[in-house]
């Protein structure tokens, strides 16, 4: 791994030159590409600038019209509670260190390799992006919240990080070229959009052919124990959540995990079938389940982007109910990983 580190003390630009050659213009075309200037981005085929708001690059298309009211809503909830957020992984070295130690931005590290180029749509306060740019890969973190954004931004800036870089943006309109990344990863994000099938749509638009999309969901099942602990955690306080009891030692942590997981304005709740159709209608591949579909050789999948078997109906309707005893209690989120076909 490299660390990222610059070498130089001047600060690192707002996005890497491999991450410039796949923006646009917000609502543009293909071909009217973006140059960086000093407080943002130029459009030179239209002479629009778009400026930083708060050290963040803007590039964001308020939705009109359909999914107005739940989107206005989702932003301001992650404007005022920004997520994950930083507490005790201010450096680098640490956030690295959590990441490794982590099986799932471990092994998602390693099944992405050297040298990508990588999207996260929805990447919150920007942790995972920076983790994955090791490996000299090149990261481009998009959220709607400017909150998060800016945490993102001061921890790339603090670390002097050139190859992870961020811009708001709205998922169903961003400012990204189709077939322009190598791997795209929404993780924990679609549920909270007024239309998942149809944001899933937007993101894959944005892979190479033969590139990988991994989208993490709430699961249908696994999401009901959730549910029902909402109805009295008002009474009963935030220790009746297994995450709080055993992982979070941050007050404040702690109490934005809550906020995130009980009091959202939003959210769906997506089976792994749901998902598999989705691929078929965006020409996707299925590889692969984390975790795995039980009787399926995913079970011994050691790499996440392994093609794998998708199932039958059965096998995926008892490994969702077995999940009311694992991933459950830590927020019931499953992943499910394919390829643009070529
Ligand atoms: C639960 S957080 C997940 C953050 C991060 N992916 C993680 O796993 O820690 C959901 C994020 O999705 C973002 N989001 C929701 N709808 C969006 C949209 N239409 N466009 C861009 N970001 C969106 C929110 O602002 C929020 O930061």
Redesign the pocket.
Known sequence: MTSGKSISSAPPPMVSDRILACLKAPGGSDDQGLELVDNGFLCPDTGETFPLIGGVPSLYSPPEGEGEEI?AR??SF?EEHP??NYEGLEEFGELVSKGSENTFSANLLKAIGYNKTVLEC???TGQ?SHFLQLNNNHVLG????LG?LKLAAEHKLRNGLARSGFAQ????DMAVKDASFDVVIS???LH??FDARR?FAAITRKVKPGGIIMVGLYNRYARIPTWLRAKIIGVTGGNIDYVVRNHIKDARKAEIWIK?QYYNPHETWHSIGEVQTWFNENDIEYLNCSPAILGTDGEDAEDLFRSTGPGNAYQRAVTQLSWLGTIAREGALFDVIGQKRR
């Open positions: 989107t989702v932003k992650y997520f994950p929805g990447c919150g995972l998009i959220d709607m919240s998060s943006m709205n998922i169903f993780h924990g994000v909270h959009t944001a995130d």
